[in-house]
C-alpha cells in the first residue's frame, strides 16, 4: 500500500495532521465512531497515525512558535484577556468558553462556565455530511472544517489554553501540508500568499441615476459579491496550486491568507492566476475594483523566534499596502485598454458600466439577483461554468462568470436535496451554507460548509402590520419576503401619540460606519508571546461578531436594521435614525463583552442622519467622515453623530440623561421650542472665551428658564421646577457636557415631529 504519510495528495495529508491531533483529543470510542464515518479513500489513513511523525512536530511549532508549552487544559481561556499594548503581561486570566457548540452567543467569554460534554455532538455530526460529498474528498474536507470549527473552537489546544483545538490543529495541518510539498532543499520552504480585494468602497457606492430606486437590493448585493469573489479568488489559488480547503487559514472583510509550499512551480501558477484575475476585474468591473495577490517566503525560524516572527508579520501588512499601489499591474502585464460598446447607454446602477440589457449591465443585473435571493435562499453551489444544473424557484444562477465558476442559490436540502450526482462527478467545487441564525442562541452545523459572507437585511414580512398613516407609503409597493424599501425603513421610529390620534417622529435614516480601533497594532503588538496559531485565532474571533453574532442579534432585536456590510474589523449599517442608534450602543456594550472587558480593545463609529433620497455614494461619504472625526478624538474609541464627537462612556451617560429630559418636559409641559433654544447655549458653553456674551450664558439659562416657569406653571410648582430643570438641563447638562448636551436634544426633537 502506498504510503500516506508521504503521498503528494494534500487532502490527505490534510487529514492526516488532522486526525493524528484528533486522536489525541478524543476518547477512543468517539475516534473509532468518527473513523468509522470517514470516506472510504481516507481510511488507509487510519493504520498510519502518528502524533510523533517528524513533520507534523516541526508544523506544530511553526503553529506555537517558541512559546513555552503546557498540557491538561480544561477550559479554553479568552485570548483577548492578554492582549496588552501598554506592553503589560497578563497571566491570571480570568475569561473562558463553555465548550459548546459554535452558535451567536456561544463565542463570548464568561467569568464563570461550566462545561459540557461536546465528543458525542462532534462526532455525530459528520453523519450531517451529504453521503454523496464523500465522493468529492475535495468538498467533504470542506464541510468536515466547518464541522471541527462548530464544535471545537471553544475547547483548548493541547499545548496552549489560549488557543483553541480548531485553531491549532488547522494551522498545523497547513503548514504541515506546506512543508511535505516544499523542495525539501529550500531553507525557505514556507510561502504565505495574501489577497486583498480593493476599491470596495467605490465597488460599494458607485452610482447611477436609478441607484438610489434599488439601494436597498443592490448595496447588499454588491457587498456579498465582494465577499464571493474574495472566496472564489482563494478557491481558484488552491484549486491551482493543489491544496486543500484546510490551508486557507484567515478570510475576512475581503482579505484571505494562504499557507502553500515554496515552490517555482506554485509561485508561477499564483503568477498566472495574478494576471488572469486583473484581466478578469478590468473586463467586468473596468477597473473599478480588483484584487491583489501578496507572497512572502519564510523560513521556520520566523515563526520561532519572536523578533523574527514580529518582523515577518510586520512585512505582511507592508507588503499587502505595497499590492494595493500597484494594484491591477497596469504598468505591465494586463491588457488595460478596452473595447467597449456603451451604444445601449450607461447602466442606470452604475455610470461606470454599458447597458447589457433592460438599462443595466451584466454585474449589476446580478447584483440586484443577489440582493433579493438573499432573503430567500440558504446555500451556494459553486460549479463548473457548464455545469447543467436545473434551474427553478428553488435552484437559480447568476448570469455572470465569476474566474471560471457558476454560482448557483438554492435553498435549504430538505427543498433541493444534495446535488450529489453533481458532487460524484466533481462538477461541484463547495457547496457553501451561508444562512444566519435567527437568534442568538442558534447553533450553525448544518452538515455544509459555512462561509460567513451573508449579513442581515430587513424584508417585509406578512406578520407585520403596515400603517399607511406611519409609512405613508402605498399598500401595493410591499412585497412579502422582499427587503424592505429605505422609504418603510425611515419611518420605522414613528410612534402613535394616542393624545394628539397621529404618529409622531421624524421620517430619516441613520448611516453608521465603524471599526476596532488601533487593529494593526493589536495584530502586531498585542500579545507579549505572539504565534502563528494567535493570529489566526485572533482574525477569525475578531471577524466572528461582526458575521456571526451581529447578524443573529438583529435577527433577534433589530429586524429593521439594514446590514451593508459587516465582518473582519468593520462594518456599515442603514437603518431608521433612533434604532440605529440604540443598536450601536448594544453592539459596543455587547463588544465589551466579547474582548473580556478589556479596556484596550474597542471600536469607533460615526453616524450620519439624513433625510430619503440622499445618493447612495453620499451616504458612504457621509458615514466616512463622521467616523474618521470620532477617530481624531484623543485615543479613539469614541462615537461622532450631529457633528458631535463623545467618548463610549460619555455617549451612555447623555442616553440616560435624554430619558430625564423626556420625563421633565412630560412633568412640567415644557414645549419644544423652550428646549430648542437650549442650544444656542450648549454652543457658547463650549466656546466661553470666543465672545464675551459666551460667558453669560449661565445667567441667561437661568432667566429663559424662570420665565418659562413663572407664565407656564402654577405658582405651587414653580420653585420645585425651577430646581429641577436647572440642575438636569444646566449643571448635569449644559455645564458638564456643553455642546455635547445637544444630542440627547436632538434626539428629543426628533421624536416629537410630525
Known amino acids: 500500500m502506498k504510503n500516506i504519510m508521504y503521498s503528494t495528495e494534500p487532502i490527505q495529508l490534510s487529514l492526516f495532521a488532522l486526525l493524528s491531533d484528533l486522536q489525541i483529543l478524543l476518547s477512543q470510542s468517539n475516534f473509532e465512531y468518527l473513523s468509522q464515518k470517514l470516506p472510504s479513500a481516507l481510511k488507509p489513513l487510519l493504520s498510519q497515525l502518528s502524533a510523533n511523525d517528524e513533520t507534523l512536530l516541526k508544523a506544530r511549532k511553526l503553529a506555537l512558535g517558541n512559546e513555552p508549552l503546557s498540557e491538561n487544559h480544561s477550559q479554553l481561556m479568552a485570548m483577548f484577556e492578554q492582549i496588552s499594548l501598554k506592553n503589560k503581561t497578563k497571566t491570571n486570566l480570568q475569561y473562558a468558553y463553555a465548550s459548546k457548540p459554535l452558535s451567536p452567543s456561544s463565542i463570548f467569554p464568561e467569568e464563570s462556565v461550566k462545561n459540557v460534554e461536546w465528543q458525542e455532538g462532534f462526532v455525530k455530526g459528520i453523519d450531517a455530511i451529504p453521503t454523496a460529498h464523500a465522493q468529492n474528498l475535495s468538498l467533504w474536507l470542506d464541510h468536515f472544517d466547518t464541522l471541527l470549527q462548530c464544535y471545537t473552537a471553544n475547547i483548548p489546544s493541547q499545548y496552549d489554553a489560549t488557543i483553541s483545538f480548531y485553531d491549532f490543529a488547522k494551522i498545523t495541518s497547513a503548514f504541515y501540508v506546506a512543508l511535505t510539498l516544499a523542495d525539501k532543499q529550500n531553507s525557505q520552504p514556507i510561502l504565505l500568499v495574501q489577497g486583498d480585494f480593493f476599491g470596495i468602497q467605490d465597488f460599494i457606492f458607485s452610482g447611477g441615476k436609478k441607484t438610489n430606486e434599488q439601494s436597498a437590493k443592490l448595496l447588499r448585493g454588491r457587498s456579498f459579491q465582494v465577499s464571493l469573489f474574495t472566496e472564489l479568488a482563494s478557491l481558484k489559488l488552491l484549486e491551482k496550486c493543489g491544496l486543500p480547503a484546510t490551508s486557507q487559514v484567515m478570510n475576512a472583510a475581503g482579505k484571505f491568507l494562504i499557507i502553500a509550499p515554496n515552490t517555482e512551480q506554485v509561485k508561477n501558477t499564483i503568477q498566472q492566476i495574478q494576471t488572469e484575475l486583473n484581466q478578469w476585474f478590468i473586463q467586468n468591473t473596468y477597473s473599478l475594483a480588483g484584487l491583489g495577490i501578496a507572497l512572502k517566503e519564510a523560513s521556520p525560524e520566523q515563526f520561532m523566534d519572536k523578533d523574527k516572527f514580529a518582523a515577518l508579520r510586520k512585512s505582511l501588512f507592508e507588503q499587502l499596502e505595497e499590492t494595493k499601489l500597484q494594484r491591477l499591474d497596469l504598468t505591465q502585464h ?160 414613528r410612534r402613535f401619540n394616542p393624545n394628539k390620534e397621529q404618529y409622531e417622529g421624524q421620517v430619516a435614516l441613520m448611516t453608521l460606519k465603524g471599526d476596532i480601533d488601533n487593529l494593526g497594532t493589536i495584530f502586531q503588538k498585542g500579545l507579549s508571546v505572539p504565534n502563528f496559531a494567535k493570529m489566526a485565532a485572533l482574525s477569525r474571533q475578531m471577524n466572528l461578531f461582526f458575521s456571526l453574532w451581529l447578524p443573529a442579534f438583529c435577527a433577534e432585536k433589530y429586524p429593521n436594521a439594514y446590514t451593508v456590510f459587516a465582518g473582519g474589523d468593520d462594518f456599515f449599517l442603514i437603518g431608521s435614525w433612533y434604532n440605529i442608534q440604540q443598536l450601536a450602543t448594544d453592539m459596543q456594550q455587547a463588544f465589551t463583552k466579547y474582548v473580556a472587558k478589556n479596556e484596550e480593545i474597542h471600536f469607533s463609529i460615526g453616524m450620519v442622519m439624513t433625510k430619503l433620497g440622499v445618493p447612495v455614494p453620499r451616504l458612504g461619504e457621509l458615514a466616512e467622515e463622521a467616523l474618521e472625526k470620532a477617530k481624531a478624538v484623543e485615543g479613539k474609541n469614541a462615537v461622532t453623530i450631529y457633528q458631535r464627537s463623545v467618548k463610549w462612556a460619555e455617549w451612555e451617560n447623555l442616553l440616560k440623561i435624554e430619558g430625564k429630559i423626556t420625563n421633565l418636559a412630560e412633568e412640567y409641559n415644557i414645549s419644544s421650542a423652550y428646549l430648542y433654544s437650549l442650544i444656542q447655549f450648549t454652543k457658547q458653553a463650549q466656546n466661553p472665551n470666543k465672545q464675551i456674551e459666551n460667558t453669560m450664558w449661565r445667567s441667561r439659562f437661568y432667566y429663559k428658564t424662570a420665565r418659562y416657569v413663572t407664565d407656564k406653571l402654577h405658582q405651587s410648582e414653580c420653585k420645585e421646577a425651577l430646581d429641577n430643570i436647572i440642575k438636569l438641563i444646566g449643571q448635569d447638562g449644559i455645564e458638564k457636557y456643553k455642546e455635547n448636551f445637544a444630542i440627547p436634544l436632538f434626539n428629543y426633537f426628533y421624536q416629537k415631529r410630525h
Open 334 to 493: 494586463t491588457e488595460s485598454v478596452q473595447e467597449v460598446d456603451y451604444s445601449k447607454g450607461n447602466c442606470e446602477l452604475n455610470n461606470y458600466f454599458p447597458v447589457y440589457k433592460e438599462n443595466r449591465s451584466l454585474i449589476s443585473s446580478d447584483q440586484v439577483k443577489i440582493g433579493e435571493l438573499l432573503a430567500k435562499k440558504d446555500r451556494i453551489i459553486v460549479c463548473d461554468y457548464d455545469s447543467n444544473i436545473y434551474q427553478n424557484n428553488d435552484t437559480q444562477s447568476l448570469e455572470m462568470n465569476i474566474f471560471g465558476y457558476s454560482i448557483f442559490f438554492t435553498n435549504e436540502q430538505e427543498s433541493t436535496g444534495d446535488f450529489g450526482k453533481l458532487a460524484k462527478n466533481h462538477k461541484i467545487h463547495r457547496f457553501w451554507d451561508f444562512s444566519l441564525a435567527q437568534n442568538t442562541q442558534q447553533e450553525i452545523w448544518n452538515g455544509y460548509a459555512r462561509r460567513y459572507i451573508n449579513a442581515y437585511i430587513p424584508y417585509f414580512k406578512s406578520t407585520d402590520q403596515y400603517d399607511s398613516a406611519k409609512y405613508n407609503v402605498a399598500e401595493e409597493e410591499i412585497n412579502f419576503y422582499q427587503p424592505k424599501t429605505f422609504d418603510y425603513i425611515a419611518c420605522e421610529d
